[in-house]
C-alpha cells in the first residue's frame, strides 16, 4: 500500500478542469497534436484519406484496398518500440496501435447514421480492413514534430491476415473449421482492445468483444450452443455475414468462433512474420496482457475479461523465459494459466485451469487441456473464481511489484462482495494487490481498493476528491517513476468529456486515498485510450477513439475534413521535461 512521503510527490502539473469542448486540453506549459487519424497512408502507394459522403450511394472514401495501406480505426492499446538504444531511441521507433471496432457510418458514409451497415463485399472487405493492428515507423523531426516514415518495416494487419495458433490448443477439434481442417492457421485479428509487450521485444495484442461479428444460423445443439452462450456469440454487428461466409456460424461447421478470443502475438520487427494466437493464455474477451518478469526469470501476463460478472487472470511460464527460448521454446505457450478469487478478508488466491484439477475433468465436459483453454469461461466458472465488475486495463508498479486492475463499472451488480463493494455500479473502482513475498509466481496475495471512482467527496460512495472527478477508469499504466495513468472510457460526472488523470500512489490522504489529477481532457464523445512514452518520458502517445460516436464532433478536423476520426494524441512538454512530474 501507499504512504505520504511527504515532499513533492510524482504530480508536477496543474490539473484541468472537466471538458466539455470538441478538442483536447492538456495542462499549461505541455502541447498535444494529433497525429496518424485512422486513413493516414503509411504503405504502399500510400493513397491519402479521402472522407466518405453524406448521400447514400455517393462515394464512399477510399475503397477497401486503399484502406489496407492507411491506418485503421478507433485505435486503442499502443507500444512504442525505440528503433535504436540510447538517446536517438526517443526520436526514432515504431509505433504499433490496435484498432479495436469501426463506426460503419463514418467508415463509408461520412455522417451518423444509427445502425447503419456495410451492404457490398467491397464495404464488408473495407471494415475488416480497417481493423486490426498498425505498425508504422515514426521519427521526430527538429521541430520536434512526430512524422511517419516511408518505411519497409510499416504493416497493416487484419481481419484477414494469415496467422497460426500455438500452445496447447493448437489443432485441438474445437479450433477445426471446413476451411481450416488442421485447426492451425487462423485468419484475421478483430476487435482488438488493449496490448502488452514481452521483454524478448514483441508486441500482444488482445481479442476482446470477438463475439459480436458472427451470424449464428439456426440448428446447433450440446457443446456448440452451450460455448456460444457462454461467450455471447451472434449479433453481425457490422454486417460481415451477407458477404463473408467466415462470419457464419453453421451447424456442423460452427468453430470460427472459437478461433477468435486470444492474445495475438506480433513481431513488430519481422513485417513477414505470421502474428502467433497464443492459447495458453486462455480464450477470453481479452482487454491487456500486461507481463511482468518475476525474480526467477518466469514471465508472468495480468489479464482481464471484460464482461460484467468476468474474472481476473494470471499465466505463469513453466520456466525462465531466456532458458525457454534458448532451446526454441516461447514462454507464452508452455506455464499455467490461473484465474483469481478475491476474498472478502483481503486475500486472494490464484487457482489453476489444469486439465484433471478442480473439477476440470471429462465428466465435467473437459477432455484435455485444449478444452479448458478454448473453454477457459467455462472452467473459471467450474472452479469457483470471483465474479468481478468488468476488469479491463491491469498494470504493475515498478518499484513495488503490486498489480492493478480497473473495474470498469457494473450497473447490474445486486450483490456486492469486499472487492466489488458497490451495488449498481455506475462508476467504476480500482482494485490493487501484492503477490505473497512479493513472488509473481504465487498462488496467494493480499488486495486492497485503491480507488472508488465518482462524483467524488462520498457521492455515491466515491472516495476521490471532488475536484477529480471521473468514472469508468479502462486504460491503465504505472510509468517507469510510478505515476498511475488512468484513462476513462462512459459517463464521466457531470456529462464531462472522457479524460486522463494521473494518480500518486505513493502520496495518500489520511483515508489511504491517493492524489489524484486530471492531465487531459478528450474531445466529444471520445474514449480516451491506449498510452506510451518514448523511454525518457518526454513524448507520451495517447489515443482517442471514436470521437463523435453519436455524430457530434469533428475531431481533428485536420486538412479541413470533419468527419470525425479517431487519432492518436502526442503530447510534450514545452520545457521538454518528463511528462506528468
Ligand atoms: Fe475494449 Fe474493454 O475495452
Ligand atoms: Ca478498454
Ligand atoms: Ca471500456
Ligand atoms: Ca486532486
Not at 479502462?474 to 462512459?490: E, F, K, N, V, Y
Not at 460526472?493 to 494518480?503: D, E, S
Not at 523511454?535 to 502517445?541: C, V
Amino acid at each position: 500500500g501507499g504512504q505520504d512521503r511527504g515532499g513533492r510527490g510524482l504530480l508536477g502539473f496543474e490539473p484541468v478542469p472537466p471538458g466539455t469542448a470538441d478538442e483536447v486540453i492538456v495542462p499549461r506549459g505541455y502541447t498535444a497534436r494529433p497525429f496518424i487519424p485512422w486513413g493516414t497512408p503509411i504503405l504502399g502507394s500510400f493513397p491519402a484519406f479521402a472522407p466518405g459522403t453524406a448521400e447514400e450511394g455517393g462515394p464512399a472514401g477510399n475503397t477497401a484496398a486503399e484502406q489496407a495501406e492507411q491506418i485503421g480505426m478507433h485505435h486503442d492499446g499502443m507500444t512504442y518500440f525505440p528503433l535504436h538504444s540510447g538517446r536517438r531511441g526517443n526520436e526514432h521507433g515504431l509505433l504499433v496501435l490496435n484498432h479495436e471496432y469501426t463506426d460503419e457510418y463514418y467508415l463509408h458514409r461520412a455522417q451518423f447514421v444509427d445502425g447503419y451497415k456495410p451492404t457490398s463485399a467491397e464495404g464488408v472487405r473495407k471494415s475488416q480492413n480497417a481493423h486490426g493492428v498498425s505498425v508504422v515507423e515514426i521519427e521526430r523531426a527538429r521541430s520536434g514534430e512526430w512524422q511517419v516514415k516511408r518505411s519497409p518495416r510499416n504493416r497493416r494487419i487484419t481481419a484477414t491476415t494469415p496467422m497460426s495458433f500455438s500452445g496447447p490448443a493448437a489443432g485441438h477439434r474445437l479450433l477445426r473449421t471446413a476451411a481450416d481442417p488442421a485447426g492451425s492457421t487462423p485468419l484475421g485479428t478483430i476487435n482488438n482492445c488493449g496490448n502488452g509487450e514481452t521483454p524478448w521485444g514483441t508486441y500482444l495484442t488482445c481479442e476482446e468483444n470477438f463475439n459480436g461479428y458472427f451470424r449464428v444460423d439456426p440448428g446447433h445443439g450440446g457443446e456448440d450452443a452451450a460455448l456460444q452462450t457462454r461467450y455471447g456469440v451472434g449479433g453481425d454487428r457490422n454486417g460481415w455475414a451477407a458477404h463473408d461466409p467466415r462470419f457464419v456460424v453453421r451447424a456442423g461447421d460452427a468453430n470460427e468462433p472459437n478461433r477468435f478470443g486470444w492474445v495475438v502475438e506480433i513481431d513488430p520487427l519481422n513485417p513477414r512474420s505470421a502474428p502467433v494466437k497464443r492459447t495458453a493464455l486462455g480464450r477470453l474477451k481479452h482487454e491487456d496482457a500486461t507481463v511482468h518478469v518475476s525474480r526467477g526469470g518466469r514471465v508472468v501476463v495480468y489479464m482481464g475479461d471484460d464482461q460484467v460478472n468476468e474474472y481476473v487472470y494470471k499465466f505463469v511460464s513453466a520456466a525462465n523465459w531466456r532458458s525457454m527460448r534458448a532451446r526454441g521454446t516461447s514462454p507464452l505457450d508452455e506455464g499455467t494459466l490461473y484465474v483469481a478469487r478475491f476474498t472478502d478478508d483481503g486475500r486472494g488466491e490464484w487457482v489453476p485451469l489444469v486439465h484433471g484439477q478442480h473439477g476440470l475433468t471429462p465428466e465435467n465436459g473437459f477432455a484435455d487441456q485444449g478444452d479448458v483453454l478454448v473453454k477457459t469461461r467455462q472452467a473459471a466458472d467450474r472452479v469457483g473464481a470471483t465474479p468481478m465488475d468488468r476488469p479491463e486495463w491491469t498494470a504493475v508498479d515498478p518499484r513495488s511489484g503490486t498489480v492493478y486492475v480497473t473495474l470498469t463499472n457494473n450497473t447490474g451488480r445486486t450483490i456486492a462482495n469486499a472487492a466489488n463493494p458497490r451495488t449498481r455500479n455506475q462508476w467504476g473502482h480500482i482494485v490493487r494487490w501484492d503477490e505473497d513475498h512479493g513472488d509473481h509466481t504465487a498462488t496467494g496475495f493480499s488486495w486492497d481498493v485503491f480507488l472508488l471512482a465518482g462524483p467524488g467527496d462520498g457521492a455515491d460512495g466515491s472516495t476521490i476528491a471532488a475536484e477529480d472527478a471521473f468514472g469508468s477508469p479502462d486504460g491503465l499504466w504505472l510509468d517507469p517513476d510510478s505515476r498511475a495513468w488512468i484513462q476513462t472510457d462512459g459517463t464521466q460526472p457531470g456529462g464531462a468529456n472522457n479524460q486522463m488523470l494521473a494518480a500518486d500512489p505513493y502520496r495518500t490522504d489520511r483515508n489511504g486515498v491517493p492524489e489524484v489529477r486530471r492531465f487531459l481532457t478528450g474531445a466529444r464523445q471520445c474514449e480516451v485510450t491506449g498510452i506510451a512514452m518514448t523511454p525518457d518520458q518526454r513524448t507520451l502517445f495517447v489515443n482517442l477513439q471514436h470521437p463523435g460516436e453519436d455524430g457530434d464532433s469533428s475531431w481533428p478536423g485536420l486538412d479541413g475534413v470533419t468527419t470525425p476520426r479517431s487519432a492518436t494524441v502526442v503530447v510534450a512538454r514545452d520545457d521538454g521535461g518528463v511528462i506528468g512530474s
